[in-house]
């Protein structure tokens, strides 16, 4: 079993920030990078559903606010974050009416209160998916107890 | 009528009775001048499903009271709508208040009614998903239970059955020994309709024929 509490995907233009990003952060969560919108996607597809994804704003290509809307559309349970060295007022309207995001957070981070909001995330995509997990073993108990029964009826 | 319910927060008299005439035809609306009246209706009051606040008031900042809120009424979701905006209030809005959407003043009735509409859905989505889970615990210990006492029925049934080789006895868990109709007739669902085998038939009347005609020679002779 992995002892990390959770698939945490980041993506940014700048490699610095990446690896920054990944040596803060990977003892307590198991790390994906990206460095674009396009290719966080490719990822997505290939590695599967993440807890959380955290990207960067500004970058060539797509936005993180267009990237997190993208992947508000395709994994609806994924957490999503952004982090920006910018605050720019329509940028920070977007991400909350478009990309639905978690937290915004500005760039350099302060590593105690990223690492606190991370674990926040992922924790709470863990309840939501124990949830999940929750009903559709209910359901399965509950036709097997129908079964039985029904089986006792004959 | 069991119409949502919004709570509106916003220190501008003109503001909250536009509200409340922009959308008391399709909504229940409570009203808050401040930040400290909005936390007394949300403690009093029951299913609120959304609340809007302004940004800029006197005393508690709207992104506070919405904070707060996630405490008082953490299924309500929540909406901001402000004037002018500093980046720092927007990321209070994101990070503390966990706003579902943020609206700009003056606001246009269409796109607020949009927002509340969504936000009224998805609290219900989450209500009805609430609902459904507690339902579906309910009826799986319901299910759980039947089934207990449906395996105590058979397990009495299928097991051995100490029976009296002479004068039909069954003796049940507890050492006492019962007539064979009793002791079915109180484990299990069996109900008795009474009749007579034709052996028996044949060994009662014969009794009964041969009084008859005993009777019948004595009242002769």
Redesign the interface.
């Known amino acids: 079993m992995n002892q990390k509490k959770g698939r945490v995907l980041y993506v940014d233009d700048e490699e610095i920030n990446l690896i920054n990003f990944r040596e803060t952060l990977c003892d307590d969560f198991e790390i994906f990078t990206a460095v674009s919108g396009q290719e966080a996607l490719l990822l997505l597809e290939r590695e599967g559903e993440m807890a959380l994804v955290v990207s960067d704003q500004r970058m060539p290509g797509m936005t993180g606010i267009d990237l997190l809307t993208e992947v508000r559309r395709l994994y609806p349970d994924t957490i999503r974050m952004i982090i920006s060295a910018y ?3 329509h940028e ?2 977007e ?3 478009k990309a ?5 957070f ?1 760039k350099p981070w302060k590593e105690d209160q990223l690492r606190l909001s991370i674990g926040n995330a992922v924790g709470t995509y863990a309840l939501g998916q124990e ?1 999940k997990m ?2 559709e073993q ?2 399965k ?2 036709t097997e ?2 079964r ?2 029904r089986g ?1 009826n004959q | 009528m069991n119409r949502p319910h919004l709570l509106y927060i916003d220190d501008e008299e003109i503001n909250r009775s536009n509200f409340q005439q922009t959308f008391a035809d399709e909504y229940e609306i409570l009203l808050a001048a401040s930040g400290e009246e909005a936390l007394e209706i949300m403690a009093r009051e029951e299913g609120l499903s959304v609340i809007l606040s302004d940004q800029r008031m006197p005393g508690m900042s709207g992104a506070e009271v919405l904070a707060r809120s996630r405490e008082l009424v953490p299924n309500a979701e929540r909406i901001m709508i402000t004037g002018y905006s500093e980046p720092e209030d927007i990321m209070a809005a994101i990070n503390q208040g966990q706003v579902y959407r943020y609206i700009l003043k003056p606001w246009s009735s269409g796109e607020l009614r949009i927002a509340i509409i969504q936000a009224v859905e998805r609290y219900q989505l989450k209500q009805e998903n609430r609902n459904l889970l507690s339902a579906l615990a309910a009826k799986n210990a319901e299910l759980e239970e039947l089934v207990r006492e449906r395996t105590m029925e058979l397990k009495k049934l299928q097991s051995l059955l100490p029976i009296c080789s002479y004068c039909r006895k069954i003796r049940d868990d507890k050492n006492a020994w019962h007539e064979l109709e009793d002791y079915l007739y109180k484990n299990t669902d069996i109900v008795f309709t009474h009749g007579i085998c034709p052996s028996c038939y044949d060994k009662e009347m014969a009794e009964h024929v041969t009084l008859l005609r005993q009777r019948k020679s004595k009242e002769k002779g």
């Open positions: 605050t720019e007022i920070l309207i991400a909350i009416n639905e995001v978690y937290r915004y500005v949830i929750f009903v209910g359901r108990q509950m107890r129908l039985s029964l006792d």
